[in-house]
């Protein structure tokens, strides 16, 4: 079962606000989902809205990571689509970004099973029927508190 409904890109846009207003240093983020199912949109409306202005953010696809550096908090945004399998989560050097800042993950299943126990998961996906996307949200400890805000249209 879902729990949101995100019926456009608009939609998804306001989830990625409520993010960056959540977002706190040492937190992980996991988003998931298929080709094309809004996780960079996410990613984008999130960093924007931590920058307070329609900064440009490309996706880290073909360098992984691209880094940000705002007032309170560094955001790593991580696209792990091309990863090979099978490389050390360590060889990323992930866990700096933590000391100062959070991470945003793209395809974490790249990940080993284990990694990040804490992260909060954000998975989207396709309706049965029709338009618009499915947003589930998968809490780890220390996001309990922060999922009904999260969840609050
Ligand atoms: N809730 C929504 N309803 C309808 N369209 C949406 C919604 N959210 C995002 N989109 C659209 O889906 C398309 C793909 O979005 P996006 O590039 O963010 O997906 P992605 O998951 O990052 O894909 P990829 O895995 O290829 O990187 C975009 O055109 C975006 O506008
Ligand atoms: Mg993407």
Same mark, same amino acid.
């Given at each position: ?39 960079s949109t996410?990613a984008r409306a999130?960093l924007? $809205? ?7 953010v ?25 990863? $090979? ?69």
């Amino acid at each position: 079962m879902a729990d949101l409904f995100l019926a456009d890109e608009a939609a998804t846009a306001a989830l990625g606000h409520r993010l960056a207003g959540l977002l706190r240093v040492g937190d992980v983020v996991f988003l998931e989902g298929d080709l094309g199912t809004g996780k960079s949109t996410l990613a984008r409306a999130c960093l924007q $809205a931590l920058a307070g202005a329609a900064i440009t953010v490309p996706s880290p696809t073909f360098t992984l990571v691209q880094t940000y550096d705002f007032a309170d908090l560094a955001v790593w945004h991580v696209d792990l689509y091309r990863l $090979a399998p099978g490389t050390p989560v360590d060889d990323l050097a992930l866990d700096e970004a933590l000391e100062a800042g959070a991470l945003l993950i793209e395809w974490p299943d790249r990940l080993p099973a284990d990694a990040y126990p804490e992260r909060l998961a954000v998975r989207l996906a396709w309706p049965a029927h029709g338009d618009g996307r499915e947003a589930t949200l998968d809490p780890g400890t220390g996001w309990g508190e922060r999922l009904e805000a999260l969840r609050a249209g």
